[in-house]
């Protein structure tokens, strides 16, 4: 599921100014330094009999703001709200404008950490209020900052831009560069958010560079999980790991417990991602109990929904089921979509894996229904908008500029003018006609390069829905890729069971119809390779479908004999076809093994695709039943074949991509016969040699033509278990 994404509140540096009146002592923390400073201003005004307060009072304020921001930070929200009630209440008994709105500001953090989002909303827009009221320009911006987050977290992603953009301008107006780093940190997640990594990324080290300048850790620690999040969307995991990790120092250095939780969350599901479940675990809990300590209630829900997630994989459904239920009821209550979204398509994962298919399609739905809500044609049209508006802001202001810059200079040509005018009346008249002149001249440019400008500005508009639709497919698509990923069984676990064994995988298009599959017990490693109709996006829905029947078949119906798997399986992918009015004549070709490690026993069907033994230094093929997995005339049952193995007899099976790519001289199909003498002339290689001498040859085979079909090749070695 998607990571902890973390944006950034922005509340102004409040204690920079402040005379605290204590000398920091060694090893005292800030929080120290402005808890002395609290109790010696208290200590003063007691002495001096002052009981009420008055405009003299406002640096108790400042102090009192301060120090409520620097608890919620270590977590505690009790003692941090009664501080900036405290000085929302001096405030306004002494009417100290900038004091009552800081105080706004810092409530509404409060109530946005914890979720509470309307409450959040009205603590910022009071605070807001009262900052354009003063004039507050520096305050007017973190105002929007913070609105904007609150609307991203509510999945309004238009407003969030609106807001965000509106903060960023303000920013480079009065040149802040604490609130440009942090616009850009928040632009940067909502990139992520709709698939456009490259402008995340830009965004994200645009604010690293801005606060390694300012030198302010509390920030750092932040960009460097965020531009984690983009390298794990990418699959990019060391460098995301590399991101995480430098986060989490930061943090752990500074006691930024919020920050400490979200590396350790994004670290487990960079774990997750690689199918090392044990230590996601670990710091998925690590997560879980910072954020139940902070009372960070949106954080919890998703360390909830990540622990179901993998305990679906480690097949511990009774315990998925309980952190998935409770993680769905925190996203409700804290009103995130995205995070309720996540809930329900675990939920439906979870109910296909227990055979649950009535709920598994209820759950779905529900995904559906909130992903949509955060992602459809109005939202996408809005989202144009706000960055349209803003870039067209932008140009504004320094059109406005360049033209104020011309209307001096004009202003100074006119004041020559009239010195000449004084001493030459008759030469006058002719420069007065020749600036009438200039000035119609001026003016059809200038009329000109209105029209011409506002061409630039539609064809601009156009290029950029074309450009944000073309990202919002790719974006779907790279989603649909990661739920494919998500059915594969990962790297450590074919390794796990099939120690000796490659897999060279390459769809043609981002998402692929070709699948392997693999299922275990005690005794028997079942896995296969499979070819489903199609590529891309229609062969991707087929393979799903293929998948849960697979699974099914053994999961549900409890089979192990390859014959009987296949049999079922066709069953059910044809039950499934058959509830559509339409003629489906979509299916799978697949080759199906079971392999017994302790006998060396082999069983083995196939349908269309064939079985490939290296034994005796010989390549023999068994041949598979001329029927695919789906609806097909005079279906007949599958048959099972069993074969004795040796130590280093070798398993090939495979879909029909690899055989049938062009390239070479002539640009000739490749053929199975000339993949036969290839894979018989690299049998003295290891397995993982033969597996990249395969990916390398294809590469170098096609050249520069286009890939065209999916490729997929297993090769299981027998060995010593």
């Known amino acids: 599921m998607k990571k902890y994404l973390l944006l950034l509140l922005v509340v102004l540096n409040l204690f920079q100014n402040l005379n605290l009146n204590a000398q920091t002592k060694e090893g005292e923390t800030l929080l120290d330094s402005l808890q002395t400073a609290l109790k010696n201003y208290d200590a003063k005004r007691t002495a001096s009999n002052k009981t009420t307060y008055d405009k003299g009072d406002t640096l108790k304020v400042n102090i009192l703001n301060s120090l409520s921001w620097k608890l919620m930070n270590t977590g505690d929200y009790a003692k941090a709200k009664q501080n900036a009630d405290d000085a929302l209440a001096i405030s306004e008994k002494v009417d100290f404008k900038k004091g009552i709105a800081n105080a706004y500001n810092i409530i509404g953090v409060i109530y946005d950490d914890q979720g509470n989002y309307p409450d959040a909303l009205k603590n910022y827009f009071a605070a807001l209020k009262i900052r354009e009221d003063i004039g507050d320009k520096k305050g007017i911006g973190s105002s929007y900052n913070n609105i904007g987050m609150v609307y991203r977290n509510q999945g309004n992603y238009p407003e969030a831009l609106k807001n965000h953009f509106a903060s960023l301008k303000i920013y480079k107006e009065i040149g802040y560069k604490h609130g440009i780093g942090s616009c850009y940190i928040n632009l940067g997640i909502i990139n992520l958010e709709q698939g456009n990594y490259a402008d995340a990324l830009k965004n994200n080290f645009a604010a690293l560079k801005i606060e390694e300048e300012i030198g302010d850790k509390n920030i750092i620690d932040l960009t460097y999980n965020n531009i984690g999040l983009v390298y794990d969307d990418q699959g990019n995991y060391p460098a995301a790991l590399k991101n995480y990790f430098a986060a989490l120092k930061i943090a752990q250095e500074i006691g930024d417990k919020k920050t400490i939780a979200v590396a350790e969350n994004n670290i487990g599901d960079n774990y997750d991602n690689q199918g090392n479940y044990p230590d996601a675990l670990k710091n998925y809990f690590t997560a879980l109990n910072i954020n139940k300590e902070i009372g960070d209630k949106h954080g919890s829900a998703t360390c909830y929904i990540n622990i179901g997630k993998v305990n679906t994989k480690l097949k511990k459904f009774t315990e998925a089921k309980k952190y998935l239920l409770q993680g769905r009821s925190l996203a409700i209550e804290v009103g995130s979509k995205e995070y309720i979204k996540q809930s329900y398509i675990c939920l439906s994962e979870l109910d296909s894996a227990t055979g649950n298919w009535k709920d598994a399609y209820l759950h779905h739905k529900l995904y559906i229904l909130y992903r949509d809500s955060l992602v459809n044609e109005e939202n996408t049209k809005k989202i144009v908008q706000a960055q349209m508006q803003y870039q067209f802001d932008i140009k504004e202001a320094t059109t406005k500029a360049e033209q104020d810059k011309k209307d001096a200079k004009v202003g100074e040509e006119e004041k020559k003018q009239a010195l000449i005018r004084n001493g030459f009346i008759g030469g006058f008249a002719l420069v007065l006609i020749l600036a009438g002149v200039s000035y119609r001249s001026y003016r059809r440019k200038r009329k000109d390069n209105v029209l011409i400008t506002k061409q630039k500005k539609e064809v601009e508009k156009q290029k950029q829905l074309v450009e944000e639709k073309n990202r919002e497919i790719t974006a779907s698509i790279n989603y649909a890729l990661r739920i494919q990923t998500a059915i594969l069984p990962s790297n450590r676990i074919v390794q796990q069971y099939l120690e000796n064994s490659f897999i060279v995988y390459k769809p043609k298009d981002i998402v692929a119809g070709d699948f392997y599959w693999m299922e275990t017990t005690e005794d028997l490693v079942l896995f296969a390779a499979c070819d489903c109709t199609g590529h891309g996006v229609p062969g991707a829905m087929v393979s799903v479908v293929c998948h849960n029947a697979l699974n099914r078949a053994v999961r549900e119906f409890g089979l192990t004999k ?28 697949i080759s199906l093994c079971a392999y017994y490690p ?78 036969r003498e290839l894979l018989l002339s690299i049998q003295n290689q290891t397995m993982q040699q033969q597996g990249n001498t395969l990916d390398k040859f294809i590469t170098e085979y096609r050249k520069e033509m286009e890939q065209t079909d999916d490729i997929l090749v297993m090769g299981v070695k027998i060995g010593n278990r």
């Open 562 to 589: 390859p014959s009987a798997i296949l049999d079922k399986t066709n069953e059910l992918v044809k039950e499934n076809f058959s509830k559509s009015e339409d003629d489906i004549k979509d299916g799978m070709d």
């Open 598 to 675: 302790k006998t060396k026993t082999l069983q083995w069907s196939g349908a269309n695709n064939p079985l490939w033994l290296f034994k005796n230094n010989e390549l023999i093929e068994t041949r598979a039943d001329k029927q695919p997995i789906g609806k097909s005339e005079n279906n007949k049952p599958f048959t099972n074949h069993e074969f004795k193995l040796n130590i280093c007899d070798t398993i090939y099976i495979f879909s029909d991509g690899f055989s049938d790519q062009f390239g070479g001289e002539g640009e000739k199909k490749l053929t199975k016969k000339r993949f």
